[in-house]
């Protein structure tokens, strides 16, 4: 069965530079989450599109941004990167009329030196 | 604020054991869901528990969910060293227009043999 793609699985990155995640949801999936992950930390989330709207946003700093395409999929944007974002960063993604779980990708690691 | 809370946050056990990690949260919800998680990986869906007094298992693991009393827990049954990981709960919460898992700070489980 297909599952949520996310790319790249590991960037790194200098301080003060940008980076930009990639997600692809499961089909027909109208929901999709961002999780951040911090060495040995449970996932907080960031922010999250129902129908390519955003829908809910968590703990996300200004510097970071997302949105979601005609296609689905969506992207999280990150400026001015420092070291404290370095962590997993998690894509997931639900038919939110099914009582069903999250469907996490494998995430993508960024280190930021 | 919903605050999702596990104990124990770690457990060493000995394989052939049994043991019952406990979920709680403060705030009303009917959904609930385990995650495991191996080092550097993704989340795996566990168990979906959707209304009160719901149990499932798999295997050697066992879910129930109180709603009245906001408290899940997952019961090991003769631990294997393969079960070895970290086990999240994560609350679902739904508003109009929009939902969201809250994640358990995580149950780090090492089953010794």
């Known amino acids: 069965a297909a599952g949520v793609i996310q790319s790249p699985r590991h960037l790194i990155k200098e301080k003060r530079e940008t980076a930009t995640l990639k997600c692809y949801p499961i089909?027909?999936?109208?929901?999709v989450y961002w999780y951040q992950q911090g060495p040995g930390q449970d996932p907080q989330f960031l922010i999250s599109f129902y129908e390519k709207m955003q829908s809910d946003k968590g703990s996300i700093p200004d510097r970071f941004s997302a949105q979601q395409f005609s296609d689905y999929h969506s992207e999280l944007n990150m400026s001015s990167l420092e070291l404290g974002d370095s962590a997993l960063y998690f894509c997931a993604s639900r038919d939110r009329g099914m009582n069903s779980p999250l469907h996490f990708g494998n995430g993508t690691r960024l280190t930021v030196t | 604020e919903l605050k999702v809370e596990q104990n124990p946050l770690f457990l060493s056990m000995q394989e052939g054991k049994n043991y019952t990690i406990y979920c709680n949260y403060s705030t009303t919800s009917d959904r609930l869901y385990w995650y495991r998680q191996d080092p550097g990986k993704s989340l795996e869906s566990l168990f979906v528990?959707?209304?009160?007094?719901a149990v499932k298992q798999e295997g050697r693991l066992m879910a129930s969910l109180d709603t009245k009393a906001r408290l899940s827990t997952l019961h090991i049954t003769a631990a294997v060293h393969d079960l070895s990981a970290t086990y999240f709960c994560?609350?679902?919460?739904?508003?109009?227009?929009?939902?969201?898992?809250?994640f358990g700070a995580g149950t780090i489980l090492r089953v010794k043999s």
């Open positions: 528990l959707l209304s009160n007094g």
């Open positions: 089909p027909r999936h109208d929901t």
């Open positions: 994560a609350v679902d919460i739904r508003w109009e227009y929009g939902n969201k898992l809250v």
